[in-house]
């Protein structure tokens, strides 16, 4: 029989179980912060009807999408997981309460060209606040909360969200007279990090503004006070009003939600999804790493499920790249080790004709909370104990015809190598005062990021 060599598909990947409880750890920070504020977990079908997922897409996205054929139906996997919830809130209205707060942990697939850092199949974390006809501003507030809760607990301390409003970008281009070239525009001002302001002014030119103007626009987006630069222009457009009155909500209720000054700022040169977002929008940026470009994005929308249903559902949501995340962190180095990787605390090593006592003794330590696995191979004494440091097992239990006599068990720690018998209860009380179950899943605490 002719063997076929096992591979991974490029854009795919896989975990050794090291790296898996430390993506694991991840994840697990994600849901407890998001249920702490109150979110809800939903899941969807990777697999829709294809005309469900491409009912707002474009070509690029028909080109990225994964599209299949089954019988007479025609499919595809998911792309993202608003779409998906887009199409479950229109379905599920009748039973939602609303606001409706959902996250939802999943993988999603993108048929692109796999690159550094960029996968074809990878996680997202996402959470929206789905309102029914109306959303109160507030609710934007929360999000830059959460995401810094997030990243302060994985253990990431050297992170900025950046904040804008699209409504104080509508609101200046009507001011200034340039609506009509708004997309021209925000092409430009979106090169500002990259070109400076020399090229962009350029390039503003290029889509017909004065020189004037482009000036004045540039001095309002680059200034390092935005909220005065704002203030100055307030009573002279009423749609700019708005934004500007929408924005110092915002930024208004961060420190009460528990937002330090350090991990946010105003930056109104950004301006994610030009057709999708209508309120505020959100980029985070590791600080020592801005090359890897947002990490966390996301923002207020007007309509969700417009292409599902008649009835008006605003919403705010912001989305996790899981995956991405990951590798960035493991690229440079910062996952900490400190992460429990072993499949269990306790090995049971039986030693003689005893399995039945210990398996009696596993039931004691799993009751008590201990993960515990029992070694059935009949094996030597050294196998067994290698078998244990290969997986990293921090103790071994060793049970033979003396400890079965006596009702007792060995403990041993097997990193120094101290052995005390104790009664399984009691090895599950000095297991369970030992092991690290509370360790951050990335390095330090801001000092290496």
């Known amino acids: ?136 501003v507030a609710n934007e507030a929360e999000m830059p909360a959460i995401i810094c809760q997030v990243f302060q607990r994985l253990g990431l301390e050297r ?67 935005p909220i005065a630069a704002l203030e100055a222009l307030y009573g002279r457009c009423e749609s700019l009003d708005e934004g500007i009155d929408a924005l110092k909500t915002v930024t208004g209720l961060l420190p009460g939600l528990g937002v330090p000054e350090d991990k946010w700022r105003v930056d109104l040169t950004i301006a994610r999804g030009l057709d999708y977002y209508t309120g505020t929008v959100y980029e985070t940026t590791l600080l020592d790493h801005p090359e890897v470009g947002s990490v966390c994005s996301g923002g207020r929308y007007d309509n969700l499920a417009e292409y599902y249903t008649d009835k008006k559902l605003p919403g705010v949501g912001v989305s996790i790249g899981v995956t991405r995340l990951f590798y960035i962190l493991q690229e440079q180095g910062l996952l900490s080790d400190e992460i429990p990787a072993a499949p269990c605390e306790a090995l049971i090593i039986p030693m003689g004709d005893v399995m039945d006592y210990a398996v009696r003794c596993a039931a004691a330590l799993r009751a008590a909370g201990v993960r515990t696995q029992v070694y059935m191979e009949q094996k030597k004494v050294k196998a067994k104990f290698a078998y244990a440091d290969k997986l990293s097992i921090p103790y071994a239990v060793v049970v033979g015809e003396d400890e079965q006599a006596a009702g007792t068990v060995s403990l041993k720690d097997l990193a120094s190598g101290e052995q005390i018998t104790v009664t399984a209860d009691r090895a599950a009380a000095i297991i369970n005062d030992s092991t690290n179950l509370t360790a951050k899943p990335v390095k330090g605490s801001g000092k290496t990021i």
């Open 159 to 225: 992170f900025c969200i950046r904040i804008n409003n699209r409504k104080v970008l509508n609101g200046l281009f009507d001011y200034l007279g340039i609506a009509d070239k708004a997309g021209a525009v925000m092409n430009a001002i979106d090169k500002l990090e990259k070109v400076g302001r020399e090229k962009v002014t350029e390039l503003l030119v290029e889509a017909g503004l004065t020189e004037s103007t482009a000036a004045e626009l540039l001095d309002i987006l680059v200034s390092p006070e």
């Open 1 to 136: 029989m002719e063997r076929i060599k096992p591979r991974t598909l490029s854009g795919f990947m896989e975990l050794l179980p090291p790296r898996q409880a430390q993506m694991d750890a991840i994840m697990q920070v994600l849901r407890e912060t998001y249920a702490l504020y109150g979110f809800a977990s939903i899941d969807t079908p990777i697999i829709e009807a294809a005309e469900v997922l491409l009912a707002k897409g474009g070509g690029e996205t028909e080109k990225q999408i994964y599209r299949f054929t089954k019988g007479d139906s025609d499919l595809a996997l998911r792309f993202d997981l608003t779409v998906p919830l887009a199409k479950y809130v229109a379905a599920n209205y009748g039973q939602l309460a609303f606001p409706f707060r959902r996250f939802q942990i999943g993988k999603v697939y993108r048929g692109e060209r796999a690159q550094r850092g960029r996968f074809r199949e990878f996680y997202q974390a996402d959470i929206d606040v789905i309102g029914d006809g109306s959303l109160a």
